[in-house]
């Protein structure tokens, strides 16, 4: 059975660090390039960040840049999101989703497995 499970999200305050994870069963995770998505109230789910399946190539939406690192250890099969400095708009529910396409498109169609999601909220 396929799945994907995130965890690690909660309350933070701004200017607060978090770190995801998403682990996965049931497929080789080393065959995947694997995206964290989020999605707010009322906002369409939007491409966060992705990281190649040999770990050579990492994206990030400009949003996000500098303050988020995505990483990999194939070997525990969990692939993790460091968020630094969050901002109260960063509040969202986070999702990780798998896809073959090493170009790690930032469209939801392109990928085949996703997580449930983790709830992020930044607030003081």
């Known amino acids: 059975q396929v799945q994907l499970v995130e965890s690690g999200g909660g309350l933070v305050q701004p200017g607060g660090s978090l770190r995801l994870s998403c682990a996965a069963s049931?497929?080789?995770?080393?065959?995947?390039?694997i995206a964290w998505f989020r999605q707010a109230p009322g906002k369409e789910r939007e491409g966060v960040s992705c990281?190649?399946?040999?770990?050579?190539?990492?994206y990030y939406a400009d949003s996000v840049k500098g303050r988020f690192t995505i990483s990999r250890d194939n070997a525990k099969k969990t692939v993790y999101l460091r968020m630094n400095s969050l901002k109260p708009e960063d509040t969202a529910v986070y999702y990780c989703?798998?896809?073959?396409?090493?170009?790690?498109?930032?469209?939801?169609?392109?990928?085949?497995?996703w997580g449930q999601g983790t709830q992020v909220t930044v607030s003081s």
């Open positions: 990281i190649s399946s040999d770990d050579h190539s990492t």
């Open positions: 989703a798998a896809t073959v396409d090493d170009l790690c498109p930032f469209h939801i169609d392109a990928y085949d497995y």
């Open positions: 049931g497929f080789t995770l080393g065959y995947y390039a």
